[in-house]
C-alpha cells in the first residue's frame, strides 16, 4: 500500500476483554515500531521490530501486552485483560532499514477505549 | 537511555509572526533530529529533519538548527499561518530506537 495502515481505526471494548490491533507497514520497510499515545500526551515507545524480531521490548508497559510480527510485514499488538488506563491511541510506524537514521512512517492509530 | 525534553508545551503566535519550539537531549550518541507535525486524529508526519554533521537546515518556512556542544536543536516556522496551527514533535535516534519529545500545541490566530 501506499502508506502505513493500521486497524482496526476504533475499537471500544468491556473491561478484562483481549484486544488485537494490526499494522501493515509500507512494503519493504524492515523496522516497524508501536507507541501509545495518550489524551494529550507524547508518543510513549511500546516496541521495536528489526525485521521479525523485537530487539527493544523494553517499552511494553506489562506483561498483559504483547507484538509480533511475521514475514517481516504485518504486526498485531495484543492487550490481554484490557484495563482502564489501556485507553489511548496506538500508533505504528515504519521505517526502510533497522538501524540507520531515516523518517518514520507512522499510520493513523488505532483508537482503543476500555469501558 | 536518551532523554528527550521539549519547550513550551504550548504556544499562540499571531499569523505572520515566528514560532521557535526548543528541545534537548541527553544522550551525545544521538545523530538524527526529526521533527515531526501531527494534526488532529492523525498519525505524525515529518517536518523537517536534521543529522549531526549539519548545524541548520531550511525548508521555505521551516528552519531546524543543532547545536551539538550544547545538546539542543530547535525549530523555526515564519511567516505563521493558521494551518500550522498542530502539536509538533522532536526526536532524537542514533538509529534505533526513537526518542520522542512530549509535544508542543502550536496554535496560529488569524
Known amino acids: 500500500g501506499a502508506g502505513v495502515s493500521q486497524s482496526p481505526s476504533n475499537k471500544v471494548t468491556e473491561k478484562g476483554k483481549d484486544v488485537e490491533l494490526r499494522c501493515d507497514p509500507i512494503?519493504?520497510?524492515?523496522?516497524l515500531y508501536w507507541y501509545r499515545q495518550r489524551l494529550g500526551q507524547g508518543l510513549e515507545f511500546l516496541i521495536y521490530?528489526?525485521?521479525?524480531?523485537?530487539?527493544?521490548k523494553s517499552g511494553l508497559p506489562s506483561d498483559r501486552f504483547s507484538a509480533e510480527r511475521t514475514g517481516e510485514s504485518v504486526s498485531t499488538l495484543t492487550i490481554q485483560r484490557t484495563q482502564q488506563e489501556d485507553s489511548a491511541v496506538y500508533l505504528c510506524?515504519?521505517?526502510?532499514?533497522?538501524?540507520?537514521?531515516?523518517?518514520?512512517?507512522f499510520g493513523e492509530g488505532s483508537r482503543l477505549t476500555v469501558l | 537511555g536518551e532523554n528527550v525534553e521539549q519547550h513550551p508545551s504550548t504556544l499562540s503566535v499571531q499569523e505572520g509572526d515566528s514560532a521557535v519550539i526548543k528541545c534537548t537531549y541527553s544522550?551525545?550518541?544521538?545523530?538524527?533530529f526529526p521533527w515531526y507535525k501531527q494534526e488532529l486524529g492523525k498519525g505524525p508526519q515529518l517536518i523537517i529533519d536534521?543529522?549531526?554533521?549539519?548545524g541548520e537546515k531550511k525548508d521555505q518556512r521551516i528552519a531546524v538548527t543543532l547545536n551539538k556542544t550544547a545538546k539542543h536543536f530547535s525549530l523555526h516556522i515564519t511567516e505563521t499561518q493558521p494551518e500550522d496551527s498542530a502539536v509538533y514533535f522532536c526526536?532524537?535516534?542514533?538509529?534505533?530506537?526513537?526518542?520522542f519529545g512530549t509535544g508542543t500545541s502550536l496554535t496560529v490566530i488569524p
Open positions: 544522550d551525545s550518541a544521538s545523530n538524527y
Open positions: 510506524a515504519s521505517s526502510l532499514v533497522a538501524g540507520v537514521p531515516g523518517e518514520l512512517f
Open positions: 512494503s519493504g520497510h524492515t523496522a
Open positions: 526526536a532524537a535516534t542514533t538509529g534505533n530506537q526513537f526518542y
Open positions: 521490530f528489526q525485521g521479525n524480531s523485537a530487539p527493544d
Open positions: 536534521i543529522r549531526s554533521n549539519v
